[in-house]
């Protein structure tokens, strides 16, 4: 492991660490308030997709262990990624001043937390992307990578984008059982 590698995992880590911490006492704070405020399913299932994609992130993160040294522009773009993930962690969850139910908050709240969890996405695709082209991939391995991504997308931009909190609901479970089996297939 390179010794850039373990300064951009570890500045990484705290950030993305931070975020967990977040979802984490949401969850805490929604518990302790359930006998005033209803818990429902949309924000829990919007923390657990959170959660899944910062664990995948944490993961994926680690392909990058042979990075040969550490630029301006890179430890930027890190924590640009890892700051709109404890910004959308920041929003899942109403605070323990806030009246509303929890599904309510985050019926609010959900094109925030969707489009900053996809710009990460989106983001960090950017190197794989220019591998892809650099070390040409074989067709096959970019329509599968082009594929499992916009399929995830599409599923963020529909959460986002629905009015009807079953459909969100419905398309959040969805998306964590995609990005769940897909890591469990791929890793």
């Known amino acids: 492991m390179s010794d850039a590698f373990s300064f951009m995992f570890a500045f990484y880590g705290l950030l993305l660490g931070l975020a967990v911490a977040e979802v984490v006492s ?14 429902g399913i949309v924000a829990p299932l919007f923390g657990v997709l959170l959660l899944v994609d910062l664990i995948t992130f944490w993961m994926n993160a680690w392909a990058y262990r042979d990075m040969p040294d550490v630029r301006y522009v890179t430890a930027l773009a890190v924590a640009f990624v890892a700051l709109l993930y ?55 391995d970019i329509l599968l990578w082009a594929g499992l991504n916009l399929a995830y997308y599409a599923l963020l931009i529909t959460a986002a984008l629905a009015k009807n909190k079953t459909v969100v609901a419905v398309t959040v479970t969805v998306a964590i059982l995609f990005i769940t089996g897909a890591t469990a297939i791929f890793a």
């Open 26 to 39: 949401g969850f805490s704070r929604a518990y302790d308030e359930r006998h005033k405020r209803r818990m």
């Open 86 to 140: 404890y910004f959308a962690a920041t929003q899942i969850f109403p605070r323990a001043t806030e009246t509303d139910t929890l599904d309510n908050h985050i019926m609010e709240h959900r094109r925030v937390v969707a489009f900053c969890v996809l710009t990460s996405n989106l983001m960090t695709q950017i190197p794989p992307a220019i591998s892809a082209f650099t070390t040409p991939w074989p067709l096959s």
